[in-house]
């Protein structure tokens, strides 16, 4: 009796112990909390795209620093430098790169953040941990050339991420050679999708989604492809506590040419994180601080091997993405008539944020749809735009400019040297492509709302005036 009772102490003792130890593992994960972010988070880096100019200063500053290994790669088609970081000297291995497609920087200065992360005193202890079980190899901005255009391709017109079986761009074979030299457990392919992006059905924006990419056609599930599910399922965990509902799964066709796709092939377990939008955010800083933290997160899993206790439904219930279900501007219930056949209409607005202009995007029945704007326009009629000309010298102040506006003119034509815009609103003058006696698809957002009180609003390029506030609804930027 009493040695069957040393046997179930004995038992209960090691059960509390392995209880404790995967609880003080739950205490150290997800340990870049938004405080900590805050102090991290790399300076000057707020911006819509980054070039390697950007990040060079950054990267010099890191070699100074001993636990980061610089090896240059090579250098890009016309000649600017390919890094690669190796941190840490642990068993398993995990590649992470970036901007592969020139325009996409979110996670380039996430990178950033997670180098500063690495370095801050305060995380000396998590250094202790973690980097001796995981090795990190990081390459930024795999696609300098393009950054440096805004482009998603190299400078020879190549997308790099189509060229993982050609080969034919440098910065392919670069990316592609520091993998098979590396030999990585995990890669993290680091993306930005474009922000019409939602959730699923809903109307929320999918501010991140993550992606298993599949090796094959059949989209079989074989182990290194089952690990990349799993620790998505820890990143979902993550998500669902930081920002519930803007976390989706992008498309899991088999892309053959793709480096993603391809990577997993060679038994890597590959996870794409695709950066997309958030409202009040143009560039991205709620995608990029998730990305930090998500890369925190994932030297953590894979270190202590926790995302092994996930399971696969975990991955399998995030929501698929779905292409253009968000709109930038969305004015519902707007009145319109065409030869006395009326309608109240929602129409779409795309903004292009680098040419401050705005071009109607849809029209109709646009419920299914969610916006960064919105815009309820019930009671209100459609009127078309009309020019001032300008004969002579105009200054324009906030009054002066409503008050033209409300006698039915919503852009300028003539000389635009004889306007001074003083007010805080947009002008447009001599616009080509206006819609006429009714909204079109794809002109200018440019045209006035009216009731029976005159006008009350304006549209200036896809912005909305409110003439009675005297204030934009939502400038860019906000």
Known sequence: ???????????????????????????????????????????????????????????????????????????????????????????????????????????????????????????????????????????????????????????????????????????????????????????????????????????KQATISLLAPAFNE?????????????????????????????????????????????????????????????????????????NAQLLVMSVESIGSGAYQQQPLSAYQAIPFNRDGGIKDVLIRNLGISVNGNKANIDLAVELDTGSDQGRVRDIGDLSVFGAYHQYDASGLQYQAPKAYALSKALTLDNAAYIALLRQGYSHFSGDAKLLVNSSDFPVVINPKGLSTATPQRHRLATFLLRNEKGVQLALLNGQLLDLNRAALLYPFGS
């Open 218 to 290: 059949e989209k079989d599930i074989d182990e290194a492809r089952k690990k990349a599910m799993q620790l998505i399922g820890d990143m979902r965990d993550l998500l669902q506590a930081e920002l519930p509902g803007y976390l989706a799964k992008y498309n899991d066709t088999f892309s053959w040419r793709s480096f993603g796709d391809t990577f997993a092939g060679m038994g890597i377990s590959t996870v794409l994180i695709e950066s997309g939008g958030h409202p009040r955010d143009d560039n991205r800083q709620v995608a990029r601080k998730l």
């Open 1 to 203: 009796m009493q040695g069957a009772l040393r046997k179930l102490l004995a038992g209960g003792f090691v059960a509390s112990i392995f209880s404790l130890t995967m609880a003080v593992q739950a205490m150290t994960m997800n340990s870049l909390s938004p405080t900590q972010y805050n102090d991290i988070k790399q300076s000057a880096l707020d911006k819509p795209q980054l070039d390697y100019d950007d990040i060079a200063p950054l990267l010099l500053q890191h070699q100074q620093n001993p636990l980061f290994q610089f090896t240059q790669l090579g250098q890009s088609a016309l000649g600017t430098p390919i890094w690669q970081i190796d941190i840490g000297h642990g068993p398993v291995k995990i590649l992470a790169w970036s901007q592969m497609h020139g325009n996409e920087s979110t996670a380039t200065a996430a990178l950033m953040d997670l180098l500063n992360f690495i370095a801050a005193e305060p995380q000396k202890n998590w250094r202790d941990n973690w980097l001796s079980k995981v090795s990190i190899r990081l390459i930024p901005m795999v696609n300098p050339d393009g950054a440096a255009a805004g482009s998603r391709f190299n400078s020879m017109g190549i997308d790099i991420n189509r060229d993982a079986k050609a080969l034919q761009s440098p910065e392919g074979r670069i990316l592609m050679q520091a993998a098979k030299d590396f030999k990585p457990d995990f890669g993290l392919n680091l993306h930005d999708q474009n922000r019409f992006y939602a959730v699923g059905d809903t109307n």
